[in-house]
């Protein structure tokens, strides 16, 4: 083994080893590579699963899809009340840059890490969504940006849960949990059946909301960024940057074409009709 080699196998096992003490021994935190092979498995699913789906009928699911839906939008809702409640219960937190304190026994510290850990395993119930689309024949539902952010998010929460579930990680996942209570009302209504799309106007709000989104936390992560007794890692703020402009620049982009672009269009018809 070269130096060189030997070198990168020490630091791997050095950040292996010094992860927060809370959570290095629940389940699937030690290494990442049971991560790494979930979301392998979940890219060959979305690889294969249309090929396979070719020559068979389309799958209704519409009761499986109302009750994963709404029990997505109960799950949401209780992850939004307890990121809130942990950081309320935590003596004189920051609500705009907190550390991580590495300690393994305080029960308020410990709660946070527990909703941090909730909220990562959720993101593996959510690759359901990809899989629903694929049974059902939907494939232009499964685009570069669906599965780049199922994909990536499963990746960056193991790295908050290995090594900062506390601190300040609480604010984006708080915000992702509420946009999440309202679209999966959303798809639990529209599962329903034809019947309840007058009362599903509201769609196209659902992306402004989660452009909304991600503009609070970028704002959120260059404050902290450029606070100088901000104690959180700074790599980490970095990494909440950098990560939440891509998915800003998607969603912006998903959102021109779906809404933008098509009402244009829709007018220059109506137009032509006229």
């Known amino acids: 083994m070269t130096t060189t080699t030997q070198r990168l196998v020490d630091y791997y096992q050095w950040v292996i080893e ?15 590579w049971p991560t790494v092979a979930l979301v392998a498995m979940y890219l060959f699913i979305v690889k294969v699963g249309p090929k396979i789906m ?9 009761e499986v899809l109302i009750v994963y839906n709404f029990a997505l939008v109960l799950l949401s809702g209780w992850m939004v009340y307890e990121f809130i409640a ?8 920051n609500f705009l840059c907190e550390q991580v304190p590495y300690v393994r026994d305080d029960p308020r ?12 395993l959720s993101k593996f119930v959510e690759y359901l ?5 694929i049974l059902r024949k939907k494939n232009n539902q499964v685009t570069f940006l669906h599965v780049y952010h199922h994909a990536s998010m499963c990746v960056l929460w193991w790295m908050v849960c290995k090594w900062i579930p506390g601190g300040v990680s ?9 946009v999440h209570v309202v679209m999966y009302a959303y798809y639990g209504l529209s599962a329903i059946g034809p019947q309840m799309r007058p009362y599903l106007w509201w ?3 659902i992306t402004k909301l989660q452009l909304t989104q991600f503009t609070v936390i970028i704002i959120s992560g260059v404050g902290a960024l450029f606070n100088h007794d901000c104690k959180y890692p700074t790599w980490a703020k970095w990494i909440m940057v950098f990560y939440t402009f891509t998915q ?18 829709k007018m220059a018809d109506s137009k032509k009709e006229s």
Do not use: H
């Open 54 to 62: 070719e020559t068979r009928p389309a799958y209704s699911l519409r």
């Open 248 to 265: 800003l620049a998607l969603f912006s982009n998903f959102y021109v074409k779906t809404y933008l672009q098509n009402r244009q269009s």
């Open 203 to 205: 769609k196209r709000y």
């Open 129 to 133: 969504d990809t899989f629903f689309f």
């Open 86 to 93: 942990s950081v309320m219960d935590i003596p004189n937190f």
């Open 18 to 32: 010094n992860g927060d003490p809370k959570t290095e021994e629940w389940p699937l935190i030690a290494t990442p």
């Open 170 to 178: 609480y604010f984006g996942a708080t915000c992702n949990s509420f």
């Open 109 to 120: 510290l410990n709660r946070l890490a527990r909703v941090c850990y909730v909220y990562w």
